[in-house]
C-alpha cells in the first residue's frame, strides 16, 4: 500500500485512522478506493481525487477546498460539515450521501446526482449545479443564493425554508408542469 502524497493509486478498505488530518496539500490520489474510510477531519486542499471511490466513507469535518472529485463515487458517505468550497465535483456520484452543514459555496456540480442527498443546513452559495440530479434530496435551510440550477431536477426535494434568493433555475428545475 503507497501512503505517499503523490501516490497515483491508493487504496485504503475500512480504517479507523485519521490517516490525512496532518495535512496533504495537492495530493495525487486519482482512483484512490476508500470504501468504508473513517478519516475525521482530513485536509485534502486542492487534492485531485478524480473517480476516486469513497462509498461510505466518514469524512467528517473533511477540508476538501479546491479539491477535484470529477466523477468521484461518494455514495453513502458522511460529510458532515466538510468544506468543499470551490470543489469540483463535476459528474459525482453522491447518492444518499450526508452533506449536513457542508459548505459547498461555489462548488462546481455540473450533471452530479445527489439523488436523496441530505444537505440540511448546506452552503451553495454561487455553487453550479447545472444537469445536478438532487430527486428526493432534502435541502431543508439550505442557503442556495446566487446558484445556478440550470436543467437540475429538483423532484421530490425537500426545500422547506432554503434561501434561493438570486438562485437561477431554468427549464423547469423543480418538476412542476
Partial sequence: MHTHTHTNYLQ????????????TAGAKLIVAILIGAKLIG???????LIGAILIEAILI??????????????????????ILI?????????IGA???????????????ILT????TGAILTGAKLTGAKLTGAILT???LPGAIRTGAILTGAKLTGAILIEAICLSDCLGRK
Fill in 98 to 112: 450526508i452533506l449536513i452543514g457542508a459548505k459547498l459555496t461555489g462548488a462546481k456540480l455540473t450533471g452530479a
Fill in 42 to 48: 482530513p485536509k485534502l486542499i486542492v487534492a485531485k
Fill in 12 to 23: 485504503i478498505l475500512p480504517i479507523d485512522q485519521s490517516l490525512l488530518s496532518t495535512g
Fill in 61 to 82: 469535518g473533511a477540508k476538501l477546498i479546491g479539491a477535484i472529485l470529477i466523477g468521484a463515487k461518494l455514495i453513502g458517505a458522511i460529510l458532515i460539515g466538510a
Fill in 116 to 119: 436523496g442527498a441530505k444537505l
Fill in 86 to 94: 470551490g470543489a469540483i465535483l463535476i459528474g459525482a456520484i453522491l
Fill in 141 to 143: 435551510g439550505a442557503k
